[in-house]
């Protein structure tokens, strides 16, 4: 596993849920969210099945995730449920993908990244 590096340039931030963009996404096999031991089910699958894995340094998580509350409050989707959101940092030194989910009391938790 690597850590993200290069320039986390506004211009290349991407965010899409479920395959569209700003719409959520729950899982048809089972629900998204159970309680807190599901989002450690879904890290622990997460770093199952995905082999090409980052670590995300915490003030780049942050950042990423004030970038996608903005998005949705400019979208008007600012209390959305509890939904899952794919994350893409398009720069070329970076070419990442995190998935990360918001829960209903606005917490977050990033499930994994992958470059």
């Not at 400019?74 to 995190?98: C, I, K, W």
Request: proline content about 3%; charged content about 20%.
């Amino acid at each position: 596993m690597s850590g993200l590096k290069g320039n986390f340039g506004r211009r290349s931030f991407c965010l899409m849920a479920g395959g569209f963009a700003l719409t959520g996404y729950a899982g048809a096999a089972q629900p998204l969210l159970d309680g807190a031991a599901s989002l450690s089910d879904w890290s622990d699958r997460f770093t199952a099945e995905v082999d090409r894995r980052l670590e995300v340094p915490a003030t780049d998580l942050q950042r990423y995730i004030g970038l996608v509350e903005k998005a949705l409050a400019e979208g008007g989707l600012a209390s959305p449920s509890t939904q899952a959101f794919v994350v893409v940092d398009r720069n070329p030194n970076v070419q990442a993908a995190m998935v990360m989910v918001r829960t209903v009391n606005d917490t977050w938790h990033l499930l994994g990244a992958t470059a």
